[in-house]
């Protein structure tokens, strides 16, 4: 197994201070209680000197996360910091005080205006004071990857013999690349262990130029005992070390760094997914691990090679991660044996190599329309083929629904849409007015589909730019406890937003129509 990795996830404080992504009370407990579910080793759930809210809600989180993670808070180095922080956490099964204090020159000449042996003297006084109200006291060396070795070392040595319990190393403006931080980390670890086994070496990385994953984990490589990180890598600026990748990379890597973590990885998905959702910072589609695209796949030597092995192009599994499963994109560069492998379940046998050329055919024309082919395309297709046949399985079969036009009103008083829908030879008509204007329009589709459903999910991401640019609508829902979702793609978000609804509604109608097809075979 190796050396345990405590995590520190710092998304309730350092997270938070992205512009826009402020959190109410309760939005942080729940953020808190689904850490504890992940089961990270530390909370650090905010700045308690900062406000009275951010006090209360560092001390209702230590008051009610109980059996599970260490929760601390951060502090400058004085006293009234130092205080509000004990305040806010003494009630914790865990509590633990964060003390932070600039040791580069830029932060001592322009920031602090001190000599050095003042700004260290500080940092030992502060941590003594810390120590008087908890046994448990995190010393930070700010910027630390700027900072002239020796007087960080120095600065390290005299926290540890005023009581510090963990040192953490912060790469705080993003300045380190891997090989130096690794570097660097090696020879801190070297001397505090020599100095006091029973301290914890702590890194903390931002990702300025991209590199806050790679320099957490060359610290992990060279004895770092404790990584702090954030879900989705959001924080200051270009944001904080990602837990899932960090997380990630030291499980499929266990064997080259000799290290394991105790995250319950089946939780990232759902954890990064209610950060998002909360803090109203969408994830990018190709966003490692979390990302929309992290398990995706459309290129069609990719979908080939996946369908033959999975090891192929696939070294995460995504269930791991509590992603639902892998998922083939069909497009216009899908290969033969994915439209294969995708449309099998909407046809009766095997059809001939003629019949599959047509077929074949027939998707690619609608994906050089449609740009990505879904489920209920699919069934379109395969009806199509069987229409003219005496042996059509899909005669008598429930249709599935396809919208036909649709009229959005957005405004402060009455949002309403009005849809018309075809199914099969019928068509629809209805209207709704909503709290909004996706509101109305769904609430239109359901008056005609007269499906039981709840939204769960409804996300809007843009996969081209300029003008014309595409916007894909994702979404999911819940019948009768089972989950489907549904996508869509098109320059109109709103009709994308029909589609990607009315494709999730004909999943339930596909998987009741193949359910009872199986059952009469």
Known sequence: MGRKIVVLDTTLRDGEQVPGAKLNLQEKL??????????????????????????????????????????????????????????????AQKPLIHIVLGVSDSHIQAKLRKSKEAIMQMGVDAVKYAKTLLPEVQYSTEDATRADFEYLWQTIEAAVKAGATIINVP???????????????????????????????????????????????AAVKNGADKVECTLNGIGERAGNAALEEVVVGIRLRADYYGAYTNIATREIKATSTLVSNLMGLEVQVNKAV??????????????????????????????????????LILTARSGRHAFKSAIAPFLHGQPSEADFEQLF????????MKKEIYNHDLYHIAEAYYAAREDNPYAGAESLYELQTLQVVSNDIFPSASVKIRCG????????????????????????VKLDVQLLEYKISSISK????????????????????????????????????????????????????????
């Open 361 to 368: 055919a027939r998707f690619l024309e609608l994906a050089d």
């Open 425 to 448: 030879n019928q068509i629809f008509k209805d209207s709704a007015v909503g709290d909004g204007p996706i509101d109305a329009l769904y609430k239109a589709i359901n008056q005609v």
């Open 290 to 327: 979390t990302g929309d695209n992290a398990f995706a796949h459309s290129s069609g030597i990719h979908q080939d090679g996946l369908l033959k092995d999975r090891g192929t192009y696939e070294i995460l599994r995504p269930e791991d991660v509590g992603v639902e499963n892998m998922e």
């Open 171 to 217: 790469d705080t403006v993003g300045y380190a690349v891997p090989e130096e931080f690794g570097e660097l980390i090696r020879k801190l670890n070297y001397r505090l262990k020599n100095t006091n086994d029973k301290v914890l070496l702590s890194v903390h990385c931002h990702n300025d130029t991209g590199l806050a994953t790679a320099n957490t984990l």
């Open 466 to 521: 300029g003008n014309e640019a595409l916007g894909r609508v994702h979404l999911k829902i819940s019948h009768n406890g089972v989950i489907h979702s549904g996508k869509a793609v098109d320059t109109d978000i709103i009709k994308a937003s029909a589609e990607a609804y009315l494709s999730a509604l004909n999943q339930v109608l596909l998987e009741s129509w193949k359910a009872e097809r199986s059952a009469v075979q």
């Open 30 to 91: 729940r953020i808190a209680q689904q850490l504890k579910t992940l089961k990270v080793d530390i909370i650090e759930a905010g700045f308690p000197i900062s406000s009275q809210g951010d006090f209360e809600a560092v001390r209702r989180i230590a008051k009610e996360v109980v059996d599970g993670p260490v929760i601390t808070a951060l502090a400058r180095a004085v006293k009234a910091d130092i205080d509000a922080v004990y305040e806010s956490v003494k009630e």
